[in-house]
């Protein structure tokens, strides 16, 4: 609209200014021609007066000068007319003008001396006339008096008032005749061919062949050949990309350990110019409004999944599409809702997905975390599944598969959803684009069958997964229950030898994939040893055995029973009273939900109770720091960590206890894990505990602590070999090769 203004707003400027300046010209013009006529008409009338005049001064006959007077009165336009003597006194005049004085017609001596006849325009009243005054005279030239006529100019405005409201009207009807023509003209000329243009681009892009037919194809001229070079750079990147991918397939045969750029070539060779797309609820980068200086800033939500999968993007490049949950996160966007990400080194695409209040109340804290989280987590907390919720669920799943369709391109594009937000989403989008790969992740602990059985929605749930092509859990346990659940509750074909699901011709592979780290919690922490210190003096750690723990809240981390082992260790070896502390690293999480809330409660009680019990002096054995910390943030606290405690009460694999590993690059760390987490099957060389057993919990606790530095080195020698070969690049890079082994198999 703004272009359009811009076009023709000076061409209307220009036709108004040229047409003003025409009707003033016209006006002007009309107005001489009027005045003229009067001037000429008062003469005519005056100079036929004159003669009755000359008899009616010379012969003093006032009566006849009355009737001359009056008869002038039913003369159309004209005002009226009045006879003076020789010395300019007031003979007759006619009745309409009779409060004209003399005293207001200075002009009258002036004509008796000059015995000149005179005509201008005066004011009578608040009326404008045109006063033609004529002398009169004897035969010897001497003044007999004067005949004076008076005309109603009113006319003259009139038509000229009525002249410039043709014009006018003749102005407006021009400026929208010429904007109507511009507007279609411009639509025809430019906006047409360029959305014409747009549209065959993006059928280029999503690889479409027909694209020659589309007319801008045909189009000659400056668009046609516009198109033709576009199409070139279209087809040069295509071709481009296929070479790198050629170049890629090489490298991925060669490279031993998985790093971002085997990945990356991988990603190439297997799916060439198709870019990952990837779903999941919580995205990547989120932009809130700080509470302290009003102003907006980017954070990393504490999510094992964005843990995971950003360095995956940021290898690979392409588009992450999740909820856009910060306060701030509008005013980033573009016009499509996507910004390109890491903000200050931007790698690939986040698009965000609106969620209105009531949606991501029922969709994210009803169905999926009060319903799916404690289904799926055994932890004791009973799921509610509220119809309601269901519905929010089914709604955003739609919208989030219609977010995701808008960018797929027509030939098999790789989708890669994430978690339990979306289990509906692979029938979704499987619907309208039946050549999509798709992988479903699932991040969390599977129940068994006799658990699921008690989620009302359980079929629908099932049908919606089961038309991803690949399944992963991140241990086999889990996929052994997803099995076993399509096994009772579908009429399916579950083959044990292939460990896949056959349903209607559609064949579901499901697979454990252990999902992993990068290196970035060990890098750079070497530069950072102020801030170790600093954090050292601030908590008076110096000569203390600090453990650390970085967690959401959640009541599957296992927080409470962390404290009360914390309890439970200093009474039964009260030897590290004021030697021990626990820093608690604590991202406040799904706050709306009741239990969430509580819970928040009941870790401060539990706090405020150990801490209450066992400090002295300065000391207190609980270091509680309720907030939101960033990956950067955290690092100094593993660094100056010598134990780091992971309870989690069933966790389907936990990022915390790999990150620890990795950054504890010094090799004098130990890490106490839950033997309820995914990662206690690969991090055997942890001190595995049952968190439910205070005691055992306790003397995990003193065993570490005691842990001799040469054990230690061992453990965590193992621990960082495992974690190192089984990155995140070798996960992303398992599943890809899976999926394209399947799909060819
Ligand atoms: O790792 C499991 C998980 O549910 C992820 O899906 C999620 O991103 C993370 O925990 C954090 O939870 P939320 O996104 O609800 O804050």
């Not at 992450?320 to 966007?333: C, L, T």
């Not at 960018?407 to 098999?412: Q, S």
């Not at 990150?659 to 090799?667: F, P, R, T």
């Amino acid at each position: 609209m703004r272009r359009i203004l811009l076009f023709i707003l000076p061409i209307l400027i220009i036709v108004a200014l040229v047409f003003t300046i025409f009707g003033i010209v016209q006006v002007n013009f009309e107005e001489g021609r009027l005045m003229d006529d009067l001037q000429r008409k008062a003469k005519t009338v005056a100079e036929s007066a004159e003669l009755s005049a000359r008899y009616i001064l010379t012969n003093n006959d006032l009566r006849l000068a009355n009737r001359l007077v009056e008869s002038f009165q039913k003369r159309e336009r004209l005002q009226g007319c009045v006879i003076y003597d020789k010395d300019g006194n007031v003979l007759s005049i006619t009745e309409r003008i009779s409060g004209w004085s003399k005293e207001d017609k200075p002009y009258l001596k002036e004509i008796l001396n000059t015995k000149n006849p005179r005509g201008a325009l005066e004011k009578f009243k608040e009326y404008s006339i045109y006063s033609y005054v004529l002398p009169v005279l004897d035969d010897g030239k001497n003044v007999l008096g004067m005949v004076e006529v008076v005309y109603d100019t009113s006319y003259v405005f009139n038509t000229l008032t009525e002249l410039w409201r043709h014009i006018s009207i003749a102005l407006i009807i021009l400026v929208v005749s010429i904007t109507l023509i511009m507007v279609l003209l411009q639509r025809r000329i430019f906006i047409l061919p360029v959305l014409q243009l747009t549209e065959w681009f993006q059928h280029f892009q999503r690889g479409e062949t027909d694209v020659h037919h589309h007319p801008i194809a045909k189009e000659k001229g400056a668009f046609g050949k516009l198109a033709s070079e576009v199409e070139q750079i279209a087809l040069s990147l295509r071709i481009a990309r296929k070479t790198i991918s050629d170049e890629a397939q090489v490298r991925v045969q060669k490279e031993e350990l998985w790093t971002e750029t085997k990945l990356k070539d991988l990603v190439l060779a297997k799916m060439g110019e198709n870019a990952l797309y990837v779903v999941s609820n919580r995205e990547p980068y989120m932009h809130v409004i700080e509470d302290t200086t009003g102003k907006a800033r980017c954070i990393k939500p504490a999510s094992g999944v964005v843990t995971a999968i950003d360095p995956i993007l940021r290898a690979c490049g392409g588009t992450w599409i999740a909820h856009g949950s910060g306060n701030a996160d509008r005013k980033f966007v573009n016009s499509k809702n996507k910004l390109a990400v890491p903000p200050d080194d931007n790698r690939y695409i986040l698009k965000r997905v609106w969620l209105t209040k009531s949606e991501e109340e029922g969709y994210y804290y009803g169905f999926s975390n009060e319903g799916l989280w404690p289904l799926c987590h055994i932890t004791h907390t009973r799921p509610i599944f509220r119809e309601h919720d269901w519905q929010m669920y089914r709604k955003v799943n739609q919208k989030f598969a219609d977010a995701i369709l808008e960018e797929l391109p027509a030939k098999n594009p790789f989708v890669f959803i994430q978690d339990y937000h979306f289990t509906l989403l692979p029938k979704m989008i499987k619907e309208k684009q039946p050549n999509a790969t798709i992988a479903l992740f699932w991040h969390i602990p599977w129940p068994n069958p006799e658990i699921f059985a008690t989620c009302p929605y359980q079929k629908e749930i099932l049908d919606g997964m089961l038309d991803s092509d690949l399944i992963g859990f991140h241990v086999q346990f889990h996929c052994n229950n997803f099995l076993d659940t399509a096994n009772r509750f579908l009429e399916s074909r579950v083959d044990t030898e292939k460990f896949s699901i056959v349903r209607a011709g559609q064949e579901t592979f499901v697979r454990a994939f252990p999902i992993s780290v990068d290196s970035y919690m060990g890098e750079g922490i070497e530069r950072r040893s102020a801030e170790i210190e600093e954090l050292s003096k601030e908590f008076e750690l110096d000569g203390k055995i600090v453990a650390v723990g970085v967690e959401r809240i959640d009541y599957t981390k296992g927080l409470v029973e962390r404290m009360y082992a914390v309890d439970r260790f200093l009474e039964k070896y009260p030897q590290y009273r004021g030697k021990f502390v626990l820093i608690q690293l604590a991202a406040p999480s799904r706050i709306h939900i009741k239990r969430y809330h509580d819970l928040m409660g009941e870790i401060e009680e539990a706090v405020e109770k150990v801490n209450w019990k066992h400090s002295d002096g300065n000391w207190k054995p609980i270091i509680y720091l309720k907030k939101h910390f960033s990956p950067e943030e955290i690092k100094p606290y593993y660094a100056l960590a010598n134990i780091c405690v992971v309870s989690a009460l069933h966790d389907g694999m936990n990022l915390v206890a790999k990150e620890y590993v990795i950054s504890n690059k010094k090799l004098d760390g130990v890490l106490i894990l839950s033997r309820f987490t995914g990662a206690a099957r690969e991090l055997t060389d942890a001190v595995q505990i049952n968190p439910y057993s205070v005691e055992e919990f306790a003397d995990a606790i003193k065993s570490a602590v005691e842990m001799p530095l040469e054990e230690r080195k061992r453990r965590m020698e193992n621990m960082r070999k495992i974690v190192t070969e089984n990155n995140i690049y070798r996960w992303a890079g398992n599943i890809i090769t899976e999926l394209t082994a399947l799909k060819k198999s």
